[in-house]
């Protein structure tokens, strides 16, 4: 009897640390409740949508940033910054130097629209045409980063799918007219899948990416190219001067039919960073 107690609570001993052993491991394996992971997303529709909405946050986050042309100005003879906040100060004063250069030269959007781009085909759509479009708005996307860093370093490296490691990302530097090529590419396959008006305020449409087109012809002296580009956007018939310019710069004008595109963000819910 004795013998068959000790045996019996020995058992039960082994049975509850197997218990115990099963309950962590399932409380280490649970998974987050404020952050996705790869294994839980791009299985809807509304995950793609989700991480559309990341690469337009990057957009216009980094070197592209809302400050973008004006402290471009600051470059030239159009302005001056003379705060000393920030590196373009020394542009003018003649004192810049490598370690007060203005960080043009980043790939946060690029690498999350890669992402984007080699994950969109996993979720299931209603409608083909919304994958697409997004797929296309991304393009867009990529080929402004693009345009913007290969206008400033005369030729860069070109990576076009998600880099797991940093020796995947060491890329050797392509040519200007390769990175100039692969931008006009981009364009070029994305304006014929996006709608002549965008589906809500801050998405891209057919407009923006023909103004984008624009842009970089114009960079690089294509100029027949360019003003093709203007007329298309002439011929969507969406777009007007505005009478009181300076109303569009005020909550009053934000529908202005001279504003091809325009960033949207929530008040007071959007941290807004300062180029630097």
Known sequence: ????????????????????????????????????????????????????????????????????????????????????????????????NPNKVPNYYKYESIARCNVFLANIHRPAFGNEEDRKNMIAQVRVIRAWEYLVINFW??????????????????????????????????????????????SEKGRIAKGTALAIKMRAHLYYDDWKEARQAAYDIQKLNLYELDKDFIKMFSLEGQDSKEIIYADQHIEDLYKFITVR
């Not at 860069?156 to 007219?177: D, F, G, M, N």
């Open 1 to 96: 009897m004795i013998r068959f107690i000790k045996a019996s609570k020995y058992i039960i001993c082994v049975g509850l640390f197997s218990y115990i052993v099963s309950s962590c491991d399932n409380f280490f394996n649970t998974a987050p409740h404020d952050a996705i992971t790869p294994a839980t997303f791009w299985k809807t529709e509304q995950d793609a949508d989700a991480a559309l909405t990341a690469c337009y946050n990057w957009w216009f986050d980094q070197c592209t940033g809302p400050n973008y042309i004006f402290f471009n100005d600051c470059m030239s003879d159009i302005s001056f910054n003379r705060t000393g906040s920030s590196s373009y100060k020394q542009v003018a004063t003649g004192e810049l």
């Open 153 to 198: 370093f005369g030729g860069i490296p070109l990576i076009t799918e998600p880099t797991a490691t940093a020796e995947e990302a060491q890329v050797a530097r392509s040519s200007e007219e390769e990175v100039k090529n692969f931008i006009y590419k981009e364009l070029d396959e994305a304006i014929p899948d996006l709608p002549d008006e965008p």
